[in-house]
Each structure stands twice: as C-alpha cells, then as structure tokens.
C-alpha cells in the first residue's frame, strides 16, 4: 500500500466514524483498525489527531461543495432554488447527521485547535460566497447572501433532528419570498 492509498483509507475511515459518531468519541486506534493501516504510516501521514481532522474537513468541503456547485450550475433559471432542491437531497440521505463543519465546532468550541477550525471557517466562508454568487447583481445582494446563509444553517440544523426534504423546503419558500421582496425594492 502506497502513501496515497493509506490516506485515501484513513480520511474514508475518519469520515465514516468522525461523522457517525463525533471527532471526540473516535481515538486513533480505532481510525488505524477501521482503515486497515499501520499505526507507523497513520502517524508518518497525520502526525496528530487534530491533522486527521483537518484534513477529513477539507476533503469533506471540496467534495460538497464540488457538489452543490454542480447543482447550481445545471439550473442558470434558477440557482436558489437549486441550492435547496440540493439540500433536500442531502437532508434525505441514509446516515444525515447534519453539518460536519458545525458538528465539529460544537464539538471544539471557538477555542479548539486552529488547524481544526481554520476549514471549518473557510468552508462557512466559501458557502456564503457560493450564496452570493446565485443572486444577481443588485444593492442588496451582500445583505441577501447573509439571509440565504442563515436559511441554509437553519434548515441543516433542523434536519439533523427531523431528517428528510421539509426543512429545506420551508427554507426554499422563505428564499423566494425574500427574493421576491428584494426584487419590489430594487425595482
């Protein structure tokens, strides 16, 4: 097994179990027995427990993010609705669990260790920026961006109590109603 695939193993496992279960709850060991690798390559590759996780975050964020872009994209008529029709998906897969970027901070809390933190930050960041970028130009667009965050956070974390597409949908009826009230203003 080469180094590429011992990492490959060890995020796919760190995945599956920091998701499933919690960062905290999950020891290395049990990360090494999981994937398969030996503890020496697990350490040569994530010298500590905090790099594993950083780096399970940063796949996880390409990965998602990869996703809901490409939704995005394969609806130009309508890229805020795609955005919900996407997270009503999501909602629905077996194994929801809500937001791994806030579960994580939950976990932590603001004084958790940086290299943890720093992409949950970003992904929080390129999410919003992401928002941004489905709205047309106009006065309120910033302002619009930070609602549809919320939405977006409100209807994950309803979903990760109740599972299933009727978060996001409240949410997507809510997004067209600012729009449509963003829109009487603007023209």
Sequence with gaps: MDDEEARTRL???AEALFYAEGIQAVGMDRIR???GV???RLYKLFPAKEALVAGYLERRDRRWTGSLREAVA???????GAVFDWLAAWFSE?????????NAYGELGAGGPAAVLDPVRRHKAGLRALLADTLPPGPDREELADQLL??????????ALTPG???ARRAAATAAALLRAA????G
């Design 33 to 35: 027995a999981e994937s």
């Design 94 to 102: 077996p194994g929801f669990r809500g937001c791994a970027f806030l």
């Design 11 to 13: 995020l796919d496992a």
């Design 150 to 159: 919320i939405l977006v956070e409100g209807a994950t974390a309803v979903a």
């Design 183 to 186: 829109d009487g203003r603007d």
């Design 165 to 167: 597409p009727a978060p």
């Design 74 to 80: 394969a609806a130009p008529a309508d890229p805020v």
């Design 38 to 40: 030996p503890l020496k």
